[in-house]
């Protein structure tokens, strides 16, 4: 009886096992590893199976001599992030799926290594404090790529700021820029389009990292065209985007300011010799636009010459009556091979115009209008000095120049000086009809938070009496680059009308 159970027995087991199938679920397939980092990694794997009840994620490194179980995954999961790695190490994972039927072959086995430790920093100076936390960080002028940064430096002995972008992938803020000391802005670019971007910054020195900044969030363009969208988004124009911009204003010959005549007025289509209106050129010469082969007639032509890391220079100085109202108008051609180099880090403004008076090296008064780097081009600025004092730029935002631009432009001016003791004078710039420079409404810079400030009465030296186009381009150029400038005018009044 003892020995017939036992035959009853196995021949029941072998039963079961016939019908039980396949004995695990099938493995877990394709497993990667990615946001690799001095201490972590994730894992991302495949499930093939709709049976197991977990997965089991194995790590070999290379003091182990087997297999080690280092966590347990929900079933239906399929990544999981490994932590507490030693830096600069090489490590083994694979994946295994569980269910009641037992363990499944493990998946394909990933082999990565982790990053470097972080540096660590010597000890400071005795007595060297941690630099204060910046202040105001703002992202704007955002495109599809880009934005601009700025922000208020509250310390004077950082060696450095760092900008930090939030990275979803690996959960941590991640250093995307390193600004050198006293800076207050950056031009962020490189960005994904139509994404979502967290930034911060924070500074440094000897002692460590500063407490960081406020954080902000944007979201970049979207690729394509986004005319119709009822946004005047950056990049468009009145001529480019009429259903969200508006349609653009005239920039045929009429004054916008001196509507009613003027003490002085010039005019030159470029077509023949020079008068006695304009002053000293550098790299400028008249005849057909060298970049625009389409331009009919003369122009003059202001030639950068190429250098691999220098910068480059081309003007025209102009004269005219001492004057306390003048308006300028003209038309520049912005080359298709334009493209805004940051040679020189925060040294990379290129000037558009100038007007001051008395000596250039010590002007009575002086304001430029320059741009600097921007994603996509060039954003002008606004920089106003006097009597020893000066206040910076002014960054409105926008763009003017675009990178392989190709185009002509409407570039307008009027300048009025303070009529009394106390009071203040008024520059604004048009570009293409809109404007781009106002010291009414200039954001605070340099110190100074009302520009109107800028432009004080400067009693027996209140007057403009000199100018110049184009000019100093700090950066440079990889190769010939040549604007062209035609339909030139320009009106002044000595007294206020």
């Known amino acids: 009886m003892r020995a017939a159970t036992a035959i009853l027995f196995v021949f029941f087991a072998g039963c079961v096992g016939e019908l039980a199938g396949p004995a695990s679920s099938g493995a ?56 507490g790695l030693a830096s600069a190490t090489e490590y083994r994972g694979q994946v295994l799926a569980r269910s009641e039927m037992g363990v499944s072959p493990p998946s394909n086995v990933v082999v990565f290594v982790t990053a470097p430790a972080p540096r660590v920093d010597p000890p400071p100076p005795p007595g060297l404090e941690l630099p204060s936390a910046p202040e105001g960080f703002v992202v704007a002028d955002v495109t599809r790529t880009g934005a601009i940064a700025t922000w208020t430096d509250t310390s004077d002995d950082e060696d450095r700021f760092s900008i930090e972008a939030w990275d979803g992938a690996s959960g941590r803020w991640i250093e995307v820029a390193a600004p050198e000391a006293d800076a207050t802005r950056w031009v962020l670019d490189g960005l994904t389009p ?13 002692a460590g990292q500063s407490d960081v900044s406020n954080e902000q969030w944007f979201t970049t363009l979207a690729e394509g065209p986004s005319c119709g969208d009822g946004t005047c988004a950056p990049g468009e124009g009145c001529g480019d985007c009429e259903a969200d911009c508006g349609a653009c204003p005239p920039t045929g010959g009429d004054w916008l300011h001196l509507t009613g005549g003027a003490d002085f007025e010039v005019t030159d289509d470029f077509e023949g010799a020079a008068g006695s209106f304009w002053g000293h050129g550098a790299w400028t010469r008249r005849g057909p636009c060298e970049s625009d082969p389409a331009a ?18 081309s003007e025209q100085r102009f004269g005219f009556p001492r004057s306390v109202q003048v308006e300028m108008r003209y038309r520049i051609f912005v080359p298709p091979n334009y493209r805004h180099r940051d040679a020189r880090g925060s040294d ?17 008064f002086a304001c430029h209008a320059e741009h600097w780097r921007t994603p996509g081009g060039s954003q ?9 004092r000066d206040y910076g730029h002014s960054y409105p935002g926008g763009r003017t120049f675009e990178t392989e631009d190709g185009g002509w432009h409407d570039v307008r001016v009027f300048f ?31 110190g ?8 004080p009465h400067r009693g027996a030296v209140n007057f403009l009496d000199q100018g110049y186009l184009l000019g100093w381009s700090n950066s440079g150029y990889d190769e010939l680059t ?4 035609d339909d030139f005018a320009l009106r002044a009044n000595a007294t206020h009308r």
């Open 482 to 485: 040549v604007f062209c400038v």
């Open 448 to 455: 100074l938070d009302d520009w109107r400030r800028a432009i």
């Open 296 to 313: 009919v007639g003369s122009a003059l032509n202001f030639r950068f010459q190429p250098d691999p890391s220098g910068d480059a220079m």
């Open 348 to 364: 990379n403004n290129k000037g558009l115009f100038m007007f001051w008076s008395g000596p250039y090296t010590a002007a009575n």
């Open 194 to 206: 139509g994404t979502e971007h967290g930034m911060r910054v924070s500074a440094y020195n000897a």
């Open 28 to 83: 877990p397939a394709d497993l990667a590893v990615e946001a690799i980092t001095d201490s972590s990694a994730r894992l991302r794997w495949r499930d093939t199976s709709d049976d197991e009840d977990a997965f089991l994620v194995e790590l070999r490194g290379p003091d182990d001599a087997r297999w080690i179980e280092v966590a347990t995954v929900e079933a239906g999961g399929v990544t999981h992030r490994l932590t």
């Open 380 to 388: 002008p600025s606004l920089h106003c000095y006097y009597a020893g």
């Open 416 to 446: 009025e000086l303070a009529e009394r003791e106390g009071d203040f004078g008024r520059v604004i710039a048009y570009w293409d009809g809109a404007v781009i420079l106002d010291n009414e409404t200039a954001p605070a810079s340099g």
